[in-house]
T-cell receptor, first 114, second 112 residues
């Protein structure tokens, strides 16, 4: 059974203070690892897909990296508008030709103070 | 390009009642997945529909059922509602072109 654990549960930063969020996973054949951003009361917003160890993706102040056991979401010089819950999810190769379920972690609540 | 839409936004039901939630997938997407998100938790997979057939199911009882229509929109039905069914229900659509799932805004269900 696929498992995803995110740490820390909550992170408070000052504006401009860079940091990283961790996502540890176990999966029987990784098809993809996904990062989402979720604002309170809203649906998750897709950020990145990572497929294999060593891969990196960037978007504005966010950079996602992947190893065989974990992924990191690095936030450089964050702003208050980066405050949200960040979710990590994995998808395995089960499901044949169609793309199957996502298994999510519990999320990291990021708060960036001005 | 229209994104994923869900209706209603909020819903209050009484224990034992039945509820139907609706989802319209993003243009060009043929797969719809449903998730339940309890407060403070990550989304949990309920089931997925691919070209109108169920394509996988999570650890949810049979009183959770669904269907997908020829236009790829979808419904989630929950019978005999329990207090623990109170959650944000999320619909996500995807296509054959890649594994990314794009989520709608969710339906907040409260069972009293």
């Amino acid at each position: 059974e696929d498992q995803v654990t995110q740490s820390p549960e909550a992170l408070r930063l000052q504006e401009g203070e860079s940091s990283s969020l961790n996502c540890s996973y176990t999966v029987s054949g990784l098809r993809g690892l996904f990062w989402y951003r979720q604002d309170p009361g809203k649906g998750p917003e897709f950020l990145f897909t990572l497929y294999s160890a060593g891969e990196e993706k960037e978007k504005e102040r966010l950079k996602a990296t992947l190893t065989k056991k974990e992924s990191f979401l690095h936030i450089t010089a964050p702003k208050p508008e980066d405050s949200a819950t960040y979710l990590c999810a994995v998808q395995d190769h089960a499901g044949g030709t169609s793309y199957g379920k996502l298994t999510f972690g519990q999320g990291t609540i990021l708060t960036v103070h001005p | 390009e229209t994104g994923v839409t869900q209706s209603p936004t909020h819903l209050i039901k009484t224990r034992g009642q039945q509820v139907t939630l609706r989802c319209s997938s993003q243009s060009g997407h043929n797969t719809v997945s449903w998730y339940q998100q309890a407060l403070g938790q990550g989304p949990q997979f309920i089931f997925q529909y691919y070209r109108e057939e169920e394509n996988g199911r999570g650890n949810f009882p049979p009183r959770f059922s669904g269907l997908q229509f020829p236009n790829y929109s979808s419904e989630l039905n929950v019978n005999a509602l329990e207090l623990d069914d109170s959650a944000l229900y999320l619909c996500a659509s995807s296509s054959d072109r890649g594994p990314e799932q794009y989520f709608g805004p969710g339906t907040r269900l409260t069972v009293t």
